[in-house]
């Protein structure tokens, strides 16, 4: 994203912006409103393009292939964790990430009673027996968990409220039908089946359960309880709910999650490279293309607007081309806020359920980051202190810029607008889009412009760097080559002026990696510096003519 700025100082743009912005000499009258016109225009297609209409074409193609893989944000992040996938059946957004997890739930199989009621072999045959000997042998009974009562091991019929059974504190049946469970690949038997999942109750109480977990059936009988028994049988069941959630959770040190949170980031990671690199591209083209038509003279030709298209979108291609090094800059700073978003997003959702408005403010607050701590520790333009604070600034206003664009998306979807068919949508769109643009432009060109930020910025570009150690060197070698050159009697901006056009010559020259684009090279730096060809035409049709001569002036 691009801002203008210039030096001076002229009447204050209280009616536009803060009463400390000012009109900088150059920009005085109409030319600021055109300026600011022009700026607020780029920005507004850039954010367009790049937040928003690269995403949505994106999420269109999903939704008529019927998957939601290459989306960027999902409801619930793009890695299935077990907080998530137990929300399905409450959650109508919800569904599984990766199609592999579904199919195992699918495949868990019907809920047998016997298998999780063994009476040989397990820790409930062994937990029974244990009782019922100790129970003989001291001639007392067991305590009710639930009640807080005695229970007995007699056969005496009648009085079910004393004979004692060993429920399942965690519902069997809801264990073989967690979908958590199955994520983490746990045996349910052998879950059920734990000592900690046991406590002794009453028959009555037990058969009235059935395989209900306690919280329901406590929401049922809510006015059949204590508050002694309710909070006995919610604390019993608590804990047991405790111990078998730390066994779920070993699915996070899992093979499976790690290869699936690395996917999503690898695959957010190339599409947050490549929407940053298709949004700058589509941009230049933008600009180009309206330049282009701009010079159109007036009146509907067809065949010059086609020229004029054409003209413009191969300028655009050749302007990103050229600006191949801001390219790279933003497709690798996008790779990694890709990646850190989506590992962020997902450790959110092991927690908690994110929306993809929340994925999208995620991963815009990592762009913005990702290119401020660029600015901050790599400095790659070589700002001063205060210039780089400056520079990291904008950027954090760029992303915050976008949050809160991506906040009136989400207002805007709560409103009977966005029920209109293909219209709703792109109201939504826009104006999420028109406030981040607007809002970016108008931070930009206030840290422009602003008196205190200005002066704040001149006091730090004084803090003793590196930076500022070899702009000071560079400023006295100015000094000394201008004295020399005066010294000497020569023009020293025409020899800065000479030197910029055999750098730039070079530059052409070494870049070049074919021998069209070394030829053009070639022409294009004898025309900066005057020198005449002295043939016409294709070079080999003028050298096979006996009758050509070479003109050298």
């Not at 009258?29 to 016109?37: E, K, R, S, V």
């Not at 003028?542 to 050298?552: I, Y």
Request: glycine residues 8%; aromatic residues 8%.
């Amino acid at each position: 994203m691009q801002t203008w700025s210039a030096d001076g100082k002229g009447e204050l743009m209280s009616a536009v912006f803060a009463s400390e912005i000012e009109t900088p000499r150059e920009l005085e009258g109409d030319d600021i409103f055109q300026t600011l016109l022009r700026e607020y225009e780029r920005v507004v297609v850039t954010s367009l393009v790049t937040s928003f209409g690269l995403e949505l074409l994106v999420s269109e193609a999903s939704d008529v292939t019927g998957s939601e893989r290459l989306a960027f944000d999902r409801h619930g992040g793009d890695v299935d964790t077990v907080h998530n996938v137990r929300q399905m059946g409450i959650d109508p957004k919800m569904g599984y990430k990766n199609p592999a997890n579904e199919v195992a739930y699918e495949a868990r199989g019907a809920y047998d009673p016997k298998r999780h009621h063994p009476q040989s072999g397990s820790n409930y045959a062994t937990i029974k027996h244990e009782a019922r000997e100790a129970a003989r042998d001291s001639g007392k009974g067991v305590e009710d968990a639930y009640t807080g009562g005695t229970v007995w091991f007699t056969k005496a019929k009648g009085h079910p409220e004393a004979k004692a059974e060993l429920d399942h504190v965690l519902s069997a049946k809801w264990i073989h039908d967690d979908r958590g469970r199955v994520l983490a690949g746990m045996d349910g038997t052998e879950l059920s089946d734990d000592p900690s999942n046991y406590r002794f109750t009453n028959k009555s109480l037990n058969a009235s359960m059935g395989a209900r977990d306690i919280p329901d059936w406590l929401a049922e009988h809510a006015d059949e309880v204590t508050d002694e028994q309710r909070d006995r049988m919610i604390g019993a069941y608590e804990e047991a709910r405790t111990r078998y959630d730390a066994s779920v959770a070993a699915y996070y040190t899992s093979p499976a999650f790690a290869k699936d949170l690395g996917r999503a980031a690898g695959r957010q990671s190339a599409m947050m490279a490549a929407r940053q690199v298709c949004g700058l591209v589509l941009a230049e083209v933008w600009f180009a293309v309206k330049r282009r038509l701009e010079e159109t003279r007036p009146g509907f030709d067809p065949a010059g607007l086609a020229k004029s298209l054409a003209q413009g979108t191969k300028e655009g291609f050749a302007n990103a081309k050229d600006k191949y090094r801001e390219l790279l800059s933003a497709a690798a700073d996008g790779a990694l806020a890709g990646a850190l978003a989506s590992v962020t997003n997902t450790l959110a959702n092991i927690f908690m359920t994110t929306s993809r408005s929340m994925g999208k403010v995620i991963r815009e607050s990592y762009a913005s980051l990702v290119d401020a701590a660029r600015v901050l520790i790599v400095n790659p333009d070589g700002y001063l202190f205060g210039e780089r604070l400056r520079a990291a600034a904008k950027v954090v206003a760029t992303g915050a810029s976008v949050v809160l664009g991506t906040a009136v998306m989400d207002a805007v979807a709560r409103t009977p607008i966005v029920s209109i068919p293909y219209v709703g949508e792109a109201v939504q769109s826009f104006c999420g889009a028109l406030v981040t643009g607007s809002l970016s432009c108008t931070l930009l060109l206030y840290l422009d412009r602003s008196e205190w930020a200005n002066r704040l910025v001149a006091c730090l570009n004084n803090v003793p760097t590196v930076e500022l150690r070899v702009e000071q060197m560079r400023l006295e070698v100015e000094a000394l080559t201008r004295y020399a050159a005066e010294l000497a009697a020569i023009d020293y901006d025409a020899l800065e002026r000479e030197i910029a056009a055999v750098e730039d010559a070079v530059s052409g020259i070494s870049a070049a990696s074919s021998p069209e684009e070394l030829n053009k090279a070639l022409r294009s730096a004898a025309s900066a510096i005057g020198v005449s060809i002295p043939w016409e035409g294709d070079f080999a049709d003028f050298m096979e003519d006996p009758t050509s001569r070479l003109h050298f002036s």
